[in-house]
């Protein structure tokens, strides 16, 4: 199971940390990625952090601004984002699968989900 949390109202230039709490789930073999999905758009991935070397890869909309990690005791996955702009506005879902070896941003490649948080970046 995941739960995403942290989203909010923020605005533009500003930061926001995303966590995804994680649960059933073994870190070592497994990918936890960020999606989002904005109204009227397709969801896309937004970065991805795979076992326990943190490979790690950034949609090219967010490198730079973006970053993924993971802290293990705790079984959190969190996206600190930084720099924030209005195209950043969506619902922002954590997702996972398990034994996998190198990241992916594709939805259909994940089998659990969380239930979405909302970042709203005000211009």
């Known amino acids: 199971q995941l739960q995403a949390s942290g989203g909010g109202l923020v605005q533009a230039g500003g930061s926001l940390r995303l966590s995804c709490a994680v649960s059933?789930?073994?870190?070592?073999?497994?990918?936890i990625a960020w999606f989002r999905q904005a109204p009227g758009k397709e969801r896309e991935g937004v970065a991805c952090?795979?076992?326990?070397?943190?490979?790690?890869v950034y949609s090219d909309s967010v490198k730079g601004r973006f970053t993924i990690s993971s802290v293990n005791a705790k079984n959190t996955v969190y996206l600190q984002m930084r720099s924030l702009e209005p195209k950043d506005t969506a619902v922002y879902y954590c997702?996972?699968?398990?034994?996998?070896?190198?990241?992916?941003?594709?939805?259909?490649?994940?089998?659990?989900w969380g239930q979405g948080t909302q970042v709203t970046v005000s211009s």
């Open positions: 997702a996972s699968v398990s034994s996998i070896a190198l990241p992916t941003m594709i939805p259909r490649d994940y089998d659990s």
């Open positions: 059933g789930l073994t870190f070592g073999n497994s990918a």
């Open positions: 952090i795979v076992g326990d070397n943190d490979d790690t």
